[in-house]
């Protein structure tokens, strides 16, 4: 069982920064991808970053571009989010995801295993 555990969420101000961090108990020989995504109240979950293995690929959601940073760390097993010049808008639980394809992906359906989210919230 695959275990990605997220942290780092809480409540900022708009305009200050948080940085999210995703661990994940995945062991394997074969590149994965990883992804962010977020889900307001009452919104279908949507996606923010992704990159790739080796981090050469990353693809964000506009919503985010030039604010968000998504990162990793194989040797720690370890995804990051920083978040810059945070809105109200950006207000969510924010998910953490893997998926088996070696490519920048997007979508839900192509991520395999899920954080259980962290709670971000931007006061205005």
């Known amino acids: 069982q695959v275990q990605l555990v997220e942290s780092g969420g809480g409540l900022v101000q708009a305009g200050g920064s948080l940085r999210l961090s995703c661990a994940s108990s995945?062991?394997?020989?074969?590149?994965?991808?990883m992804g962010w995504f977020r889900q307001a109240p009452g919104k279908e979950r949507e996606f923010v970053a992704t990159i790739t293995w080796s981090g050469g690929d990353t693809y964000y959601a506009d919503s985010v571009k030039g604010r968000f940073t998504i990162s990793r760390d194989n040797a720690k097993n370890t995804m990051y989010l920083q978040m810059n010049s945070l809105k109200s808008e950006d207000t969510g639980v924010y998910y953490c995801?893997?998926?088996?394809?070696?490519?920048?992906?997007?979508?839900?359906?192509?991520?395999?295993?899920w954080g259980q989210g962290t709670q971000v919230t931007v006061s205005s």
């Open positions: 995945l062991r394997t020989f074969s590149p994965y991808t």
């Open positions: 995801a893997v998926s088996h394809r070696p490519t920048a992906v997007t979508r839900t359906h192509d991520y395999a295993y």
